[in-house]
């Protein structure tokens, strides 16, 4: 039966529990291939392989143990681009596969974030601290500075920080869209930086962000997360698009959210992965999904952690992967 023409009852899953497929905290996951054999993972300053689904890993590099790595990007000429952090800077990493080869390729002198990396038509846009857009025409051997956010800060206090982004690429127009945290704002721009326009802006500009972008699986559509969370005064959404994210639908959320993404086999299928909040000190259902775009959520599960950093989904839909405060699980579903 074919999955987009299952009822909604039809379309409900269920599966075993998680199991810890990794077991060291875990920023990020990536998996290379339909079965998830091939799989890579960020840990603190670490990236990890696996080619057998994760019963045995491999340390594939490291860099300074002083930097965290928040986003891995595999290019089609096989080499890994990871974005790190400090206090003091953050940029770009550049590991070759067959060389074994370990090159720092972009530094940015800003604290706090890591970059942002998006891929279209190997053009890589590593978006920096204070909305700044870096380019690479060559898998990311080497970098040019296009510009920066113009949008003014909506008071004294107030400085951008770049905590989520997303580059697509429509029929007539490419794109770029980035979440912002304090104040939490979603801001695009349609030419690589030149003007930016706001296309969501909380109502409590400090203490609010939106942490991660998903694209859907029709023309324009897209997923984030916002969180508010000011005098603990707690606020999480879903905000939905279907206009290439110029205007966004609020959607309420189960709990506070880190992580979004999209299953490619069911329309309206998607899945969100929770942080560990003040209102919500220890959270017993960490994952979380929709059959209906985030009109009603169910758990998935029980996760034995708080905080879901990245979400990771099988091409066919039968395999899920959280990357976690605790390590990285896997959950297998199975059709009823």
Not at 128 to 152: E, F, M, R
Not at 319 to 326: D, G
Request: include cysteine; glycine fraction near 6%.
């Amino acid at each position: 039966m074919h999955l987009a023409l299952c009822t909604l009852q039809e379309q409900t899953m269920c599966s075993e529990t998680w199991v810890k497929s990794f077991p060291k905290h875990c920023e990020s996951v990536t998996i290379l291939d339909k079965r998830a054999n091939l799989i890579l993972v960020s840990s603190r300053n670490n990236v990890y392989s696996t080619t057998n689904g994760g019963t045995t890993w491999e340390k594939l590099f490291e860099i300074p143990i002083n930097y965290l790595i928040n986003d891995i990007l595999v290019t089609k000429d096989s080499t890994i681009l990871c974005g790190y952090a400090n206090y003091k800077n953050h940029g770009l990493y550049r590991f070759d596969f067959k060389e074994k080869c370990l090159t720092k390729v972009l530094d940015d002198a800003a604290e706090s974030h890591p970059l942002i990396i998006t891929e279209n038509d190997s053009v890589f846009y590593a978006i920096g601290y204070h909305a700044a857009i870096y380019v690479s025409v060559n898998y990311g051997k080497d970098w040019q500075l296009l510009s920066k956010c113009t949008i003014p800060v909506p008071n004294a206090r107030s400085q951008y920080h770049v905590c989520s982004s997303i580059s697509q690429v429509f029929t007539n127009f490419r794109r770029i869209i980035m979440g912002f945290v304090n104040p939490g704002r979603v801001v695009v721009t349609d030419d690589t930086g030149r003007t930016w326009k706001v296309a969501y802006d909380s109502i409590k500009i400090q203490g609010a962000d939106i942490p991660q972008f998903a694209k859907g699986n029709r023309e324009g559509e897209l997923y984030c997360c916002a969180n508010t969370d000011i005098s603990y005064n707690f606020s999480y959404s879903v905000l939905h698009s279907l206009d290439y994210g110029k205007s966004w639908k609020v959607i309420k959320s189960p709990s506070s959210l880190w992580s979004i993404i999209v299953d490619k086999k069911i329309k309206e299928h998607c899945l969100v992965g929770t942080f560990l909040s003040y209102q919500h000190p220890i959270e017993l259902t960490p994952v979380y999904e929709s059959f209906d775009a985030g009109q009603n959520w169910t758990q998935v599960g029980k996760l034995p952690t708080s905080t879901v950093w990245n979400l990771a989904l099988t091409i066919d839909g039968k395999k899920l992967f959280a990357a976690t405060s605790e390590g990285l699980y896997k959950y297998q579903y199975s059709m009823k």
